[in-house]
T-cell receptor
Framework: AQSVAQPEDQVNVAEGNPLTVKCTYS??????LFWYVQYPNRGLQFLLK??????LVKGSYGFEAEFNKSQTSFHLKKPSALVSDSALYFC????????????FGAGTRLFVKA | DTGVSQDPRHKITKRGQNVTFRCDPI?????LYWYRQTLGQGPEFLTY????????KSRLLSDRFSAERPKGSFSTLEIQRTEQGDSAMYLC??????????????FGSGTRLTVV
């Protein structure tokens, strides 16, 4: 069975500084990995995905994520944080071996201070 | 197409009553998912449809829960004899198949259920 761990409940960063939100996963087949963002009173929005290929994937709003197979990690990054990036971020995994469902982590709340 | 629509946005019900939620996915999407999200947690998978066929159902889904997608378009999620523990946000998502099968989901805004 697949699972996702987001070890930090909350990440605080100053505006303009780089940010990292951590994610590790467990899956029996090849992992399909995703990041979603949830703003207050809004639905989940897809940010980016890793399916295959280059380990560094780029997504919406300047975010990127790095896939590391040996560490089973898929950390979300942004070179320069904005106050408007403050939101709840979810890492998710699907088993590329044939599963249909996507499993989500518990989420990490990002606070960006001006 | 305005995305995934869910109705109602909020529902307050008394314990023991039945409730039904509706989800209208993006029209081109033949895959539809239901998730449940409680405060401080990530979305938990409930069930999945491809067209009208319900292909997977979580063990989280007790016999009080049933979902349908009769014509492969909209879907309904019914909870019978509601309990306070059913209070949560119920999320619907849809996705394409084929080349789009590996894209992320498009989520609706959810239905917030409060059981009193």
């Amino acid at each position: 069975a697949q699972s996702v761990a987001q070890p930090e409940d909350q990440v605080n960063v100053a505006e303009g500084n780089p940010l990292t939100v951590k994610c590790t996963y467990s899956v029996s087949g090849n992992p399909y990995l995703f990041w979603y963002v949830q703003y207050p009173n809004r639905g989940l929005q897809f940010l980016l995905k890793y399916i295959t290929g280059d380990n560094l994937v780029k997504g919406s709003y300047g975010f990127e994520a790095e896939f590391n197979k040996s560490q089973t990690s898929f950390h979300l990054k942004k070179p320069s944080a904005l106050v408007s990036d403050s939101a709840l971020y979810f890492c998710a995994v699907r088993d590329g071996g044939g599963g249909f469902k996507t499993i989500f982590g518990a989420g990490t709340r990002l606070f960006v201070k001006a | 197409d305005t995305g995934v629509s869910q109705d109602p946005r909020h529902k307050i019900t008394k314990r023991g009553q039945n409730v039904t939620f509706r989800c209208d996915p993006i029209s081109e999407h033949n895959r539809l998912y239901w998730y449940r999200q409680t405060l401080g947690q990530g979305p938990e998978f409930l069930t999945y449809f491809q067209n009208e066929a319900q292909l997977e159902k979580s063990r989280l889904l007790s016999d009080r829960f049933s979902a349908e997608r009769p014509k492969g378009s909209f879907s309904t999620l019914e909870i019978q004899r509601t309990e306070q523990g059913d209070s949560a946000m119920y999320l619907c998502a849809s996705s394409d198949s084929g080349q789009g099968a590996l894209d992320g989901y498009t989520f609706g805004s959810g239905t917030r259920l409060t059981v009193v």
